[in-house]
């Protein structure tokens, strides 16, 4: 195939989870610790969950790598089972003998018991990692839990991975998962790749492929990020297409007419045909019928104390698609220019804050900052950005392969409403995440002492505001006293909440920590979903 052709020593961009072809980015990295530290720890569990794709099984791989000399472990692959057919794959994966056609949980349990006392005698550590752990069922999941039971005076006889999905934090917050939550010592969640990361990404497995020459251009990197979604595997499946598609066509590099057909092949979109001169001039009339229309639809929807003499176009109060109670598809449909979606979008995201804005006003974030608004600017998955409840502007792919932008105003079930252009749509969410390069701007306003990143170690600052945010997020009751320091006893806190709301455990309180603990403590700004519906 393009092995030959490329002069690779071998595929770079296989699916199978090869961890010579890791890369550390700097949430794997965060997940690598989580492992070694769960590992190195007393506790029962450690959590690992991510979206298909994220590098879960990856990362595992190349944990296992490095401790694998005094280490046993057994895999459960497929956890859709009973208690009874878990332990009996546990038997099976360290060779523990029991009577054939055993079907006493007893037995089990005490042949086990047996095996990991022997192991801890002779120094080595037992390992059991069960992946696609949202599918668990509760008293397979409460077996689970008591098999960490099992323990000497000093220490646990058995660590427990689980690698899931994120359905996984849904199942450990029911009421009746609190015994096994609370002996959950580390959690990560690895999110996807950003823009400058895909781009790391991409080039080490070239390189540790034997790649010599960069076979895709640093201009093609920012389109492979949106229609990948900085997901691992997705980056994989469409650059091993692209590949392909470069090396039957006879070129040296992948350029974007490649890359672009590559990502349609993928995801099963088909070539777009040339349309004939009489389609096309159908297709232009009855866009403007609809363009007319909407105009019209615009203009007697509106109050006349709410038109704006300078303003240009308004989002439309009309839901597109919801007479039907069908989701409607996401794309630029009018016959304004696509240059003019940004500045749109911008209007529709003030809006929600009831306020005016004009192009003409200039940068988005500095006229929201004079407004007493804070700009959040960063990259993710659709779920991290409805953790942080608030309206947003996405940047998106068009049909024509054009970036354009629109507005999420709310969150209904599996659905979002989307400000684009002169339309408000709702759509599903995998419409979104189809088109979303994952990039997004939101306001946010802030507590009335936060000036800024706080970091471990910081001092000086009466962080009292900080304290009563954490303890009411917590279900503590705040102390009294005259002020709060950033030590080590609030920065472990910190730390704790963020695994919990699925952050980088780092201790910093910045401004995605901050949004999430005004979710939990209510706030005054527009939101996605109401606060006690904002976690899915």
């Known amino acids: 195939m393009y092995r030959e052709h490329f002069g690779f020593r071998e595929l770079p961009f296989s699916i199978a989870p090869d961890p010579r072809f890791l890369y550390m980015g700097e949430l794997h990295r965060e997940a690598m610790a989580h492992l070694v530290y769960g590992m190195n720890t007393d506790g029962g569990f450690v959590l690992l969950t991510g979206d298909v794709g994220t ?34 794959t546990l ?9 054939e056609g055993n079907r006493s949980i007893k037995v089990f349990v005490d042949g086990i018991n047996t095996y990991l006392l022997d192991a801890f005698a002779r120094g080595r550590k037992t390992l059991l990692i069960i992946e696609e752990s949202q599918n668990l069922v509760p008293d397979v999941l409460e077996q689970v839990r008591l098999l960490t039971n099992l323990e000497t005076n000093q220490q646990k006889l058995l660590k427990i991975i689980m690698i899931g999905q994120p359905e996984m934090k849904g199942v450990l917050s029911r009421p009746e998962m609190e015994q096994l939550s609370q002996r959950i010592t580390a959690r990560y969640h690895i999110g996807p790749l950003s823009k400058n990361e895909v781009h790391a990404y991409v080039s080490h497995r070239l390189s540790v492929a034997g790649a010599k020459t960069r076979l895709f251009p640093a201009s093609l990197i920012g389109r492979l990020h949106r229609l990948s979604r900085g997901v691992p595997r997705l980056i994989n499946v469409i650059c091993d297409r692209a590949l392909l598609g470069a090396y039957a066509e006879g070129k ?20 777009i045909r040339k349309e004939t001169w009489k389609k096309r001039r159908r297709l232009a009339v009855t866009a403007m019928l609809i363009f007319f229309g909407t105009a019209l ?6 109050q006349p104390t709410q038109l704006n003499s300078k303003a240009k176009e308004a989002p439309s109060a009309a839901v597109k698609g919801t007479e039907a109670g069908k989701p ?36 988005a974030c500095k006229y929201a900052g004079e407004r007493g608004l804070r700009c959040l600017e960063g990259s993710g998955s659709l779920k991290a950005l409805i953790g942080l409840n608030r309206p ?3 940047r998106l792919l068009g049909d024509d392969g054009k970036d354009i932008y629109g507005t999420v105003r709310k969150v209904e079930g599996r659905n979002a409403v989307v400000v684009i252009g002169a339309e408000t749509r709702r759509v599903d969410f995998s419409e979104i995440e189809r088109r979303w390069s994952g990039d997004y701007r ?68 910045g401004p995605q920590t901050i949004i999430h603990l005004l979710n939990k403590n209510g706030t005054d700004g527009p939101l996605l979903k109401a606060s006690k519906e904002a976690n899915i």
């Open 55 to 88: 590098g879960k099984t990856t990362i595992c791989r190349a944990f296992l790598d490095q401790i694998r000399e005094n280490t046993d472990v057994a895999f459960v692959l497929n956890p859709r089972m009973t208690a009874e057919e878990l332990l009996a």
């Open 252 to 271: 040296d590099i992948v350029d974007k007419k490649t890359l672009i057909r590559a990502s349609r092949e993928v995801f099963g979109e088909p070539e």
């Open 91 to 99: 038997c099976d994966e360290l060779g523990i003998d029991y009577p």
């Open 392 to 394: 947003a502007v996405l």
């Open 297 to 302: 639809a615009i203009i007697f929807s509106y």
């Open 442 to 509: 939101l306001f946010w306003k802030a507590p009335g002492n936060y000036h800024g990143n706080i970091h471990p170690g910081d001092a000086g600052a009466d962080l009292t505001w900080l304290h009563k945010l954490l303890s009411f997020a917590q279900g503590r009751k705040p102390q009294t006293q005259s002020a709060f320091k950033y030590n080590n006893d609030m920065v472990n806190k910190v730390k704790t909440f963020q695994l919990d709301e699925g952050l980088s455990p780092d201790g910093i309180v």
């Open 328 to 363: 409607d598809a996401l794309q630029w449909s009018s016959l304004q220019p696509v240059d003019v979606s940004r500045s749109m979008a911008y209007r529709a995201l003030f809006k929600e804050w009831n306020l005016s804005y004009q192009e003409e006003s200039g940068d």
